[in-house]
């Protein structure tokens, strides 16, 4: 299934798309007049260039590109970054070097990827006290690692 989706596209590049039938995500490119260095532990905005219009009930998740992380330790630092349905702004992302080494983006690179989701608003109902059950208040590593 499609949802229609407006988008302005003032960068230098084709408008995000679905890499393959079954990709998730959309990648982002940065649109940039020149490159960005990230240094160690540094972080910045990157702009793409795009402007989107989402329908009601829909957002727009930011998330890292794997490649980025896994061979460059560069990552999409507030992951996933939200993006709702009556924000109207340039799409940014916040790209973090978590590495040990310098890292440059070029105008054009493909920096992050866009998932487009749907969601449901819900009430909050007051209680006293909530169900049982067998988890119970367990987190944070309490099932272990093995």
Known sequence: MSIICKIVN????????????????????????????????????????????????????IRPRSGLAAKYGVTVLNTPGTIDADYRGEIKVILANLSDTAFEIHDGERIAQMIISRHEHLK????????DTERGTGGFGHSGLK
């Open 10 to 61: 003032h960068s230098k590049h084709p408008k995000p798309e679905y890499a393959t039938p079954y990709s998730a995500g959309m990648d982002l490119r940065a649109n940039l007049d020149e490159a960005i260095t990230l240094h160690p532990m540094q972080r910045a905005m990157v702009p793409t260039g795009l402007f989107i219009e989402l329908p009601i009930g829909y957002e727009a998740q």
């Open 124 to 131: 909050w109902e007051s209680a006293e006290e909530l169900s």
